[in-house]
């Protein structure tokens, strides 16, 4: 999403927060993290953590991950992390709000800091601070920029509209095999292929009352209730204003229009989706050292562990064993893959390179042996959610930096979503089973 004077909504974001996430936790082995504990400390220690993670970005300013593009204006995702770092510096009440999480996590864990399997609480927190002051750093632009008011909540409220649009635009390209859910967002049943679905070119031909039904159908076709339909007050009032849609959906689009002129005025800037995609595949090709550099799983309540061998298990199980028959396709099904992947833009090899970045060794996926890509890719999306630092990048979406949407994975797999929540819930129910015995 672009929107004037704004850095950090667009696709490098993701890479920004790893990369920030990867450096912090390198930082907090070296400085005195009890000294969270002392508020006449905090200042020190926000110094001595700004110097440690600046000095580890530094280290990784010249390797894949931070010469990747962080949005389009040409900053890399090392400097959108070396400017978010800084920033924090100079609006110091996101580090005490940081440190104040931190201190209430003590209080009921200890130095929980010391313990490797908490990195994972650690990053989450990490997280938190660097999505909170993205967005006031980019409400603030955005009103140098324009001259007009905003706030970060605003600024949220922009991403849950562009986020809704996409995935709609999802529905519409998969319609056949969500009909029931498009004819809802549409307001009738479908005959045929329905005209919006060609018609709608970008977020601006997007109208508001089909993010609202959209949002309204979500509980019914995916599980949950939408943004706008949730118990939270955060859009309460918003699902009852079309026309307030209506005008933040024109104003990201006029924007993303502009720039995207904008970008073709030269023709350097024309190579830039050519170098993107070279560089998803040279990171696919360091991905081993990619995964050593990831922390280990958040422990949350929800999560699938790793369950300790067993006699029951094999020790010999080979990257062969996990995968299903058919997710070893010749020549001509490879062709067939690509072909619907291009369909959903997505890489063209994405099943090819997504199956390759399984782990072997991994008893989830070895207990997924029997389930095919997409319907693995579904049980993580919804035990661990779209998005976590675990994922092999090659299992991501370059649009989102996600895993593909649930309608996106059924269409892989040439399959409908009510078939693929039902594949899914009966793969977690077995999980669930085996965990427990």
């Given amino acids: 999403m672009r929107l004037p004077g704004t850095r950090y909504q667009e696709h490098g974001w993701e890479q920004v927060r790893k990369l920030l996430g990867h450096c912090s ?18 200042a020190a220690l926000l110094d001595a953590y700004t110097d440690a993670v600046a000095a580890s970005l530094r280290v990784h300013a010249r ?25 924090l510096q100079a609006q110091t009440s996101y580090w005490s709000a940081f440190v104040a999480a931190m201190a209430s996590e003590y209080a ?48 949220y409220t922009y991403r849950m509209l562009d986020t809704a649009y996409r995935e709609i635009a999802d529905l519409f390209t998969a319609w056949e095999q969500n009909a029931a859910q498009v004819g809802a967002i549409l307001g009738r049943p479908l005959a045929g292929t329905p005209i919006e679905v060609r018609q709608m070119k970008s977020i601006g031909g997007c109208k508001a009352e ?35 849609i209506a005008e933040l959906l024109a104003e990201i689009g006029d924007y993303e229009e502009l720039s995207a002129n904008m970008d073709s005025a030269e023709d350097w800037q024309g190579e830039a989706g050519e170098a993107a995609a070279w ?68 890489p063209l090899r994405y099943l090819e390179l997504a199956r390759a970045a399984q782990d072997a060794g991994s008893w989830t996926i070895r207990m997924m042996r029997d389930e095919s890509l997409p319907i693995r890719l579904a049980v993580y ?40 929540r039902k594949r899914r819930n009966e793969a977690i129910a077995r999980l669930q089973a085996a965990g427990a015995r």
């Avoid at 949002?215 to 204003?241: D, I, V």
Wanted: net charge negative; aromatic share 8%; charged share 30%.
């Fill in 108 to 155: 009921r864990s200890g130095a929980f800091w010391h313990d490797a399997a908490a990195e994972g609480v650690l990053r989450k927190k990490v997280n938190d601070m660097y999505a909170t002051l993205r967005d006031k750093v980019d409400a603030d632009n955005y009103i140098v920029a324009t001259g007009r008011e905003c706030s970060p909540n605003k600024i």
């Fill in 381 to 420: 999306h919804k035990l661990l959610g779209a998005s976590d630092d675990t994922y092999p990048d090659a299992w991501l979406d370059p649009a989102t930096g996600e895993l593909p949407s649930l309608q996106k994975l059924a269409a892989l797999d040439q399959i409908s979503m009510p078939t693929l």
């Fill in 210 to 244: 089909w993010i609202i039904r959209w949002s309204e159908s979500q509980e019914q076709f995916g599980g949950s209730p939408g943004p706008l339909h949730t118990k939270s007050k955060r859009f309460a009032s918003l699902k009852n204003s079309p026309e307030r």
């Fill in 279 to 346: 560089l998803e595949d040279y990171w696919r090709v360091l991905g081993e050292s990619e995964q050593a550099e990831a922390s280990g799983p958040p422990h949350d309540d929800d999560r699938i562990l790793a369950a300790p061998p067993s006699d029951d298990d094999d020790p010999d199980y080979t990257q062969a064993d996990i995968q299903h028959p058919a997710d070893l396709p010749d020549e001509a099904e490879s062709a067939i893959e690509q072909a619907r992947a291009g369909e959903l833009s997505l």
């Fill in 63 to 87: 390797r894949a991950r931070g010469e990747a593009e962080g949005n389009s204006y040409g900053e890399s995702v090392y400097e959108l992390s070396l400017g978010l770092l800084y920033e």
């Fill in 25 to 42: 936790l390198q930082a907090f082995r070296q400085i005195e993290m009890h000294h969270v504990l002392e508020p006449e400390q905090h």
